[in-house]
């Protein structure tokens, strides 16, 4: 963490860590998606990638209009996450199938919600700080990752998981 003296500061300094968080975890959906077996499954990891892709565009957008060195910060919590990923999809995974499937759509969900919170406390970062775009933008990263994850929810519920407890 660089030296922090105001809001202004954290904003930015949280907008690099979630640029690196973006980056690990689409790193880790590229190494977990081909384990999927379920079609729809591997259709919304793919389209995930590229709304990943999309945010992480932001945020560089974001860190540049504020005329800020462009860097990541090594974001620590998403390295745990995707370490844990790895360890339930690939590592120590079951066999492939439904089971899996739901253990794929389990890492997913725990890195997404990770996303939404960080974009979440930017976008209310930016608000308190009057940073009307940059407050419009990021809100509307939180409700696309809503979005993808309530469908991600719902492909759960209608056929992973009951496939899952046939097996």
């Not at 700080?129 to 719902?154: C, F, I, Q, W």
Request: contains cysteine; glycine residues 6%.
């Amino acid at each position: 963490m660089s030296d922090i003296s105001s809001l202004s500061d954290l904003y930015i300094d949280e907008l690099k860590d979630l640029w690196s968080a973006n980056d690990q975890m689409a790193r880790a959906l590229k190494k977990i998606a081909p384990q999927a077996t379920n079609p729809k499954l591997t259709q919304m990891l793919e389209s995930s990638q590229k709304g990943i892709s999309s945010h992480t565009g932001l945020l560089k957008a974001l860190i540049s209009n504020h005329d800020e060195k462009m860097a990541k910060e090594h974001c620590k919590g998403m390295e745990g996450l995707v370490n844990e990923a790895f360890k339930h999809t690939i590592e120590d995974a079951p066999e492939k199938g439904p089971v899996l499937d739901a253990a794929i759509i389990a890492q997913y969900q725990r890195m997404t919600h990770y996303g939404i919170t960080g974009f979440g406390t930017v976008a209310a970062f930016s608000k308190a700080l009057k940073l009307e775009d940059d407050t419009n933008r990021l809100k509307a990263a939180v409700k696309e990752m809503y979005g993808a994850d309530e469908l991600m929810s719902e492909l759960a519920e209608a056929a992973v998981n009951e496939a899952a407890a046939d097996k």
